[in-house]
């Protein structure tokens, strides 16, 4: 029901800048719940940073100060600006979201869904 699909990724030096962008095949602001994640190597897929339907954000401390999520309406895409990237935020980034519905009964049902992934390296 919903596609993502990521792209941005690249090779940048330490310092760098690189702006990742995720398309959402639905309204962003009619989304529940936004995130963006990574894993590296041999390590646990970890959050970045999520969002909330009003736009709250909320970021790991290893990129506060350094990254920052967005959503554009007029293309509705999730965006991941990362600035002063370091080695270690080399890894797989993907973003996620979850939708809400009411369902008859007043019921609420909540899906999720992952974009595929694009590859970020930091290295000199």
């Known amino acids: 029901q919903v596609h993502l699909e990521e792209s941005g990724g690249g090779l940048v030096q330490p310092g760098g800048s690189l702006r990742l962008s995720c398309a959402v095949s639905v309204n962003v602001f009619g989304l529940y719940y936004m995130a963006w994640y990574r894993q590296a190597p041999g390590k646990e897929r970890e959050q970045v940073v999520n969002?909330?339907?009003?736009?709250?954000?909320n970021y790991a401390d290893f990129v506060k100060g350094r990254f920052t999520m967005s959503r554009d309406g007029a293309k509705n895409t999730l965006i991941l600006q990362m600035n002063s990237l370091k080695p270690e935020d080399t890894a797989v980034y993907y973003c996620?979201?979850?939708?809400?519905?009411?369902?008859?009964?007043?019921?609420?049902?909540?899906?999720?869904?992952w974009g595929q992934g694009t590859q970020v390296t930091v290295s000199a």
């Open positions: 996620y979201v979850e939708i809400v519905e009411t369902v008859y009964g007043g019921d609420t049902e909540y899906y999720d869904y």
């Open positions: 969002m909330r339907s009003g736009g709250s954000t």
